[in-house]
């Protein structure tokens, strides 16, 4: 019998097996294909590797603003595959010790749900049967496939966030269809690499629901970089090479090598037996609470397959609520803080309400915004280049509500405002931080003491 059965080895999975293991829990861990999920895998961290090459390669080439002259700069597109696949082999194996120094016992392979039983729940994996205690689900997700005509996935042309990270050498051509995050992160890296990138968008702004002004702004940039948008436009069909869309009322035929889709993600729900124990969906997702328990009493879910913050620190704080409730706490998971981090080149990081959020909600609030050359580290490494930082602050009491950058490194910064929101810091209290000087965190400082 075992304390915890975790199906899934993503980020929530396998951060649940390690605390609950530390915990001194009899833990059984199912994953399929590899330790550390889509995030670690397919995702993240494979992606934020080929990033931070095509960030070095940029660098070179503009090295003069510096006085730093490079000649001949290039790039070999195959070491930067090996180097990616070397980080993320390293971190799977790293993943694996944790296991095995926390005492978790790893399944590879299916794990199928058979019910409840007196003990707990039964499941299956091969030809063996685990009973235990707690299960918690954490099926991850996978990329959404749009019904849109001529989709076929068969084709080696078109390719999702999965493929297109096999690539052997980078396209001559490519059309990102969703100008979401992992869209823009895919445009940005092979722009930088002289790759045609073109990206269709249905809204009439990339990035989601993040910051409309920053989101504007950071289409400007790469339009100037030389990249082509189509907002709003909605894809009507696929013809080999040919992604045919509606802009504006007018049907638009564009011809590429290669055709990205990065329409989004959806949880993964179905085929290992959810529904022999009556666990509740809702929307596309699994329904939790706030101790991220389902309506099935021991039955847990956390990470992408609840469908409501597909991001792996999401996932990681939602496992260490699950594991927090199981030994005998009283944990729940909190939304209001969540930093949210575009990799580009700049990058844009956000947390807590956007100006459109806190404005639909009726929340009454005053906003401040300073370029990012305030801050004088920022201007002495980033010649050329502006930025913002913005922060909303409640309107009756000065507390923090929400901030949002772009620029460089905004994504190592952002956890300290983060941490102020969710301890409902106000501007009176921030004002008496003292920040490092030079740091590109004294825009904080800057931007508050502006108000």
């Not at 490519?174 to 992992?182: A, D, E, H, M, S």
């Not at 907002?231 to 509606?246: D, H, Q, Y």
């Not at 389902?294 to 609520?321: C, I, K």
């Amino acid at each position: 019998m075992y304390d915890l059965a975790i199906i899934g080895g993503g980020p929530a999975g396998y951060n649940a097996a390690e605390r609950a293991g530390a915990k001194g829990l009899k833990v059984v861990l199912f994953e399929k294909k590899n330790l550390g999920g889509v995030c670690l895998n397919e995702g993240c961290i494979p992606t934020k590797s080929l990033l931070y090459a095509a960030k070095l390669f940029d660098h070179a080439r503009s090295a003069s603003k510096y006085g730093v002259h490079a000649e001949h700069v290039n790039f070999d597109f195959s070491a930067m595959m090996v180097r990616k696949n070397k980080v993320v082999k390293k971190l799977v194996g790293g993943v694996g010790s944790k296991m095995k120094h926390n005492k978790v016992e790893v399944v590879s392979l299916e794990a199928h749900i058979l019910g409840r039983s007196k003990e707990g729940i039964e499941l299956k994996s091969g030809e063996n049967t685990f009973q235990a205690k707690n299960l918690l689900i954490c099926t991850g997700s996978e990329a959404a496939i749009p019904p849109i005509p001529g989709l076929g996935l068969k084709s080696k042309n078109i390719l999702t966030s999965r493929e297109i990270l096999e690539l052997q050498q980078a396209p001559e051509s490519l059309v990102v269809i969703g100008g979401g995050v992992i869209g823009m992160e895919f445009a940005s890296f092979f722009n930088s690499l002289g790759t045609k990138v073109i990206v269709i968008e249905m809204l009439d702004k990339i990035l989601g629901e993040m910051d409309r002004e920053l989101s504007k702004m950071l289409l400007d940039i790469y339009t100037k970089k030389g990249i082509e948008f189509h907002l709003p436009a909605r894809v009507l069909e696929i013809k080999g090479n040919k992604v045919i869309f509606e802009k504006a009322g007018k049907n638009v035929s564009i011809e590429a090598e290669k055709i990205l889709l990065s329409t989004g993600r959806q949880p993964v729900t179905e085929g290992f037996g959810l529904e022999k124990i009556g666990v509740e969906l809702f929307k596309n997702g699994i329904k939790v609470d706030e101790k991220m328990q389902t309506n099935v009493p021991h039955v847990y879910a956390a990470g992408d397959v609840t469908g409501y913050s597909l991001l792996a620190h999401t996932a990681y704080r939602e496992a260490e609520v699950v594991v927090n409730n199981i030994t005998g706490g009283h944990d729940h998971m909190r939304y209001t803080a969540i930093p949210a981090i575009v990799y580009t080149n700049p990058e844009v990081s956000s947390v807590g309400y956007t100006e459109e959020q806190a404005a639909k909600k009726g929340i009454k609030y005053k906003v401040n915004k300073l370029p990012m050359t305030y801050a004088g580290r920022f201007m002495a490494e980033n010649e050329g280049e502006n930025g913002m930082c913005k922060i909303l602050v409640g309107d009756k009491y000065g507390e923090v509500l929400g901030v949002h950058m772009l620029g460089n490194p905004s994504s190592e910064l952002i956890y300290g405002v983060a941490m102020a929101i969710e301890n409902e810091m106000t501007l009176e209290e921030m004002k008496e931080v003292v920040f490092p000087h030079p740091t590109v965190s004294e825009i904080f400082k800057e931007v508050i003491f502006s108000f």
